[in-house]
């Protein structure tokens, strides 16, 4: 599972991995429930092997089988022009590994100073 901040990263991401020939799905606000549901039911019996979602799944989702997780973007709230923390979706989104007694992995990407003070 793969946890970015825009949509249009997602559409991005999507694109350069499919390109590479990784099965890979995305989960992005904006779609309607049906869409959603039936592209959860597909990763969780493993019709693809990655799903690209924005902070719209990281709370809420089940599938035991989740042993990655990756931010390709540090979750941040902006405020007044400032980039601060946001611990609540970083937990929310690393809880989605290592779920139900299970090992997992999460890894956060930072690619510049920002990034970096974000997550100290």
Known sequence: MIFVNKK????????FLTEKGIKTKMLIGGMDLPERDR???EYRQLDFT???STNVL?????????????NYDVPFISQ???????FA???HR???????????LALT?????TENDIMD
């Open 58 to 70: 990281a709370r809420g989702i089940d599938v035991p089988e989740v042993d990655l997780v990756v």
């Open 8 to 15: 249009e990263t997602a559409e991005k991401l999507l694109s």
């Open 39 to 41: 592209i959860i039911d």
């Open 94 to 104: 690393v809880g989605r590994t290592g779920r139900f007694g299970t090992d997992g």
């Open 50 to 52: 990655s799903l690209i």
């Open 89 to 91: 979706n970083y937990i």
């Open 80 to 86: 007044f022009g400032y980039k601060n923390p946001d």
């Open 109 to 113: 990407i930072t690619t510049e100073d």
